[in-house]
Structure formats: C-alpha cells, structure tokens
C-alpha cells in the first residue's frame, strides 16, 4: 500500500503520518475545505479546512460573509489560547487572521480556489486592542486583480473598535 501523493517521500519507503489529503492536486479544491451554511449564524458559512491539523485550526472556528456592500466579512471567536500576557488578542493571531482572510475572500469573490495561491505582501496597522471572548473580524475589498495579482485592503474589527488596517497581494496560482 503506497501513501497518498501529497504524502510521498522521494526515493523512501513512505512511512505513517498525518498528511494533507491529495484532494486538492487530484482536481477537488472543494475537497480541502469544510464550507456550507452555519445551522446557529443565519447568513454566515463555515470556512475550515478538512484537515484539522493544518495552521488555520488554530485560530479555532472561522465563518465567512458577503456583506452587502461587497465586502467579505471572516469571523472568528478569540479565546484565553488566543491571547498575549495583556489579556488581549496576541499580535500573531491578528496576523494570522488576516492572511487567511484575504484567502477566504478571494474564494468567497469567485477569483480563486483553495490551492497553490499565496501571499505575495501584507502590510499591517496595528491600531487597537482586541479583546477576548467577543467575536473579532477581518472585513476585505478588492481592490484590483490584473491576471497573476489580487490586490486587496481590510480592517480588523471588533464591534464598532477597529483593530487593525492592512493591505496584501495575493499571486493567483497557476493553472495547469
């Protein structure tokens, strides 16, 4: 029994362990991701990768919005796990749900699928707290996509608190 593609190792026998299933080289990004309505959030959808060993299980449950505006709102629920020795949401986290968001809504805009797309720039402002325990939400625009490029801009908000300012590049992936 050989290991799934995503798992080989050249030249080596392949040996037990977790691994990303291959569904997304198979031809199946729908595969990677677990999205479909939120039974208890009328409105908003599950956004979580199927493999929950993967970074993005670390920030715990994200949900995911069109706004009527056009934006894309991505939410997630900060816990004591998620917090600096301040007692509010650690810098790292913030960043991180940034990143996934500008993913999350390039998805949600019908401009890319889960895959080999990734991060070219992202600038941040920090400019407020966030707190523990109250939902915090990463809000995206687009602000432009050339045929390789999204260009994207967003605020970290926190009910009517802004949490941070920040503007990132995604590189399409290619297709093949």
């Given at each position: 029994?050989?290991?799934?593609?995503?798992?080989?190792?050249?030249?080596?026998?392949?040996?037990?362990?977790?691994?990303?299933?291959?569904?997304?080289?198979?031809?199946?990004?729908?595969?990677?991701?677990?999205?479909?309505?939120?039974?208890?959030?009328?409105?908003?959808?599950?956004?979580?990768?199927?493999?929950?060993?993967?970074?993005?299980?670390?920030?715990?449950?994200?949900?995911?919005r069109q706004e009527d505006d056009g934006t894309v709102r991505v939410r997630i629920y900060p816990e004591h796990v998620h917090s600096n020795l301040s007692n509010a949401v650690h810098g790292a986290?913030?960043?991180?749900?940034?990143?996934?968001?500008?993913?999350?809504?390039?998805?949600?805009?019908g401009l890319i699928e889960a895959g080999t797309a990734v991060t070219l720039d992202l600038s941040t402002q920090f400019i407020g707290r966030g707190e523990i325990g109250q939902p915090l939400d990463s809000v995206v625009e687009l602000l432009r996509e050339t045929g390789r490029l999204l260009f994207l801009r967003g605020l970290v908000v926190q009910g009517d608190e802004r949490v941070a300012g920040f503007a990132g590049t995604i590189r399409k992936p290619t297709r093949r």
């Open positions: 029994m050989s290991a799934p593609r995503g798992c080989r190792r050249r030249g080596r026998s392949p040996r037990p362990r977790r691994c990303w299933s291959s569904a997304v080289s198979d031809g199946d990004p729908d595969a990677a991701f677990l999205y479909e309505p939120d039974e208890e959030n009328p409105g908003w959808f599950t956004w979580e990768l199927s493999d929950p060993s993967r970074f993005n299980a670390l920030l715990g449950p994200m949900r995911v986290v913030t960043l991180g749900l940034i990143d996934i968001s500008m993913f999350a809504a390039s998805r949600m805009f």
